[in-house]
């Protein structure tokens, strides 16, 4: 398994209330992903980066700002949380860009986030 | 953008093989095709990728239309560990998938 770890697992929050999920990984990939998942959506890209402090946006970014100071560590924020970001957030990792080509990802295990 | 269809469910039997299939007619010449599967409450991990050929590996495989606008992923043998959502996926889009079940 590749080493990725997120943090926390489960959170429960406030609407209105900051919220920062982090991502961790061991295996010195350049690339890191932030998804969301939900019922009959799939999983659809929020943040992506392509190296310490560069980031791009991806489909659903409104209302999430990411950074990335290491490596190792990809952190997701929610400055206000709202009950629409009630999700499951899975973070990915990749030695290339994922752009069509034979790139290949792997997933953290998920952090549950339930914005009452 | 290119899009991939999926039935939302099949069922197997434990041991036998299943063809889960996928179409993707708007599929660009460069795009490969992807497929990952999730567990439950687990995050997708990643099961086989194709460009042109069919390809195998120890998990699966995949066996790519000549026109390349469908694919098809074959598990030889299900186990009851493969009951999963597999995901067809171009460019890293993922759509709903395939709820595979696979009954002892």
């Known amino acids: 398994d590749a080493g990725i770890t997120q943090s926390p697992r489960h959170k429960v929050t406030e609407t209105g209330t900051p919220v920062t999920l982090r991502c961790h990984q061991t295996e010195n990939h350049r690339y890191m992903y932030w998804y969301r998942q939900d019922p009959g959506h799939g999983l659809r890209l929020i943040h992506y980066s392509y190296g310490v402090k560069d980031t791009d946006k991806g489909e659903v970014s409104d209302g999430y700002s990411v950074s990335r100071s290491k490596t190792e560590d990809f952190l997701l924020t929610l400055e206000s949380a709202t009950s629409s970001q009630t999700s499951v957030y899975f973070c990915?990792?990749?030695?290339?860009?994922?752009?069509?080509?034979?790139?290949?990802?792997?997933f953290g295990p998920g952090t549950r986030l339930l914005v009452l | 953008d290119a899009k991939t269809t999926q039935p939302n469910s099949m069922e197997s039997n434990e041991e036998e093989p299943v063809h889960l299939p996928c179409n993707h007619s708007t599929i660009s010449g460069t795009d490969y095709i992807h497929w990952y599967r999730q567990l439950p409450s687990q995050g997708p991990e990643y099961v086989i990728h194709g460009l042109t050929s069919n390809v195998n590996n120890r998990m699966a495989s995949l066996a790519i239309a000549e026109d390349r606008k469908s694919s098809t992923l074959i598990l030889h043998r299900a186990t009851l560990r493969d009951a999963a959502v597999y995901y067809c996926i171009l460019r890293m889009r993922f759509g709903a998938g395939t709820r595979l079940t696979v009954k002892p």
């Open positions: 990915a990792i990749s030695d290339t860009l994922v752009a069509g080509g034979g790139e290949t990802q792997y």
